[in-house]
T-cell receptor, first 114, second 115 residues
Framework: AQSVTQLDSQVPVFEEAPVELRCNYSSSVSVYLFWYVQYPNQGLQLLLKYLSGSTLVKGINGFEAEFNKSQTSFHLRKPSVHISDTAEYFCAVSSGSGNTPLVFGKGTRLSVIA | GAVVSQHPSWVICKSGTSVKIECRSLDFQATTMFWYRQFPKQSLMLMATSNEGSKATYEQGVEKDKFLINHASLTLSTLTVTSAHPEDSSFYIC???????????FGPGTRLTVT
């Protein structure tokens, strides 16, 4: 079975400071990894994904994440955050096979402080 | 990119009535669709998985007679909340998957409030 752990439920950070949101996963098979962002009362928007290839993945809005197989991690980073980045961020994992759905972490609330 | 729509985006209903939520894949064929439920400030909880033309597979603890799922075509799945009660109030999000490349695309969600 797959699982995702987001180590921080809330992360406050000052505007223009860097941020890292942590995600660890467990899986016995090869995985696909995703980060989604959710703004209040909205659905999920895909930030970036790792399917294969380069372990450093760049996404939208200046975010990037690095897949580390040995540490089973897929941490999300941004070098300089904006007020508009305040939202809930979800890490998710999928084996990509058949009917297996995405398994989500519990989410990390990023609060950017002016 | 792949787009998934949900309708309605927001609904209020009285206790005891039924509500139907539609989920459509607009520009691709969704072999599999998923329904999630999200409580305030919490993560998404998978309710059920449905494949076109077959019965949905429900997660443990989800009442299949209360949450009826129909996946009649490759572009449409519906979730009907029957005899709704206030505790069914939640944010319902559908997701659709293409056969390749195994990504899930999410709808914008439906806010259900049962009074």
């Amino acid at each position: 079975a797959q699982s995702v752990t987001q180590l921080d439920s809330q992360v406050p950070v000052f505007e223009e400071a860097p941020v890292e949101l942590r995600c660890n996963y467990s899986s016995s098979v090869s995985v696909y990894l995703f980060w989604y962002v959710q703004y209040p009362n909205q659905g999920l928007q895909l930030l970036l994904k790792y399917l294969s290839g380069s372990t450093l993945v760049k996404g939208i809005n200046g975010f990037e994440a690095e897949f580390n197989k040995s540490q089973t991690s897929f941490h999300l980073r941004k070098p300089s955050v904006h007020i508009s980045d305040t939202a809930e961020y979800f890490c998710a994992v999928s084996s990509g096979s058949g009917n297996t759905p995405l398994v989500f972490g519990k989410g990390t609330r990023l609060s950017v402080i002016a | 990119g792949a787009v998934v729509s949900q309708h309605p985006s927001w609904v209020i209903c009285k206790s005891g009535t039924s509500v139907k939520i539609e989920c459509r894949s607009l520009d691709f064929q969704a072999t599999t669709m998923f329904w999630y439920r999200q409580f305030p400030k919490q993560s998404l909880m998978l309710m059920a998985t449905s494949n076109e033309g077959s019965k949905a597979t429900y997660e443990q603890g989800v009442e299949k007679d209360k949450f009826l799922i129909n996946h009649a075509s490759l572009t449409l799945s519906t979730l009907t909340v029957t005899s709704a009660h206030p505790e069914d109030s939640s944010f319902y999000i559908c997701s659709a998957r293409e056969l390749v490349p195994y990504e899930q695309y999410f709808g914008p969600g439906t806010r259900l409030t049962v009074t």
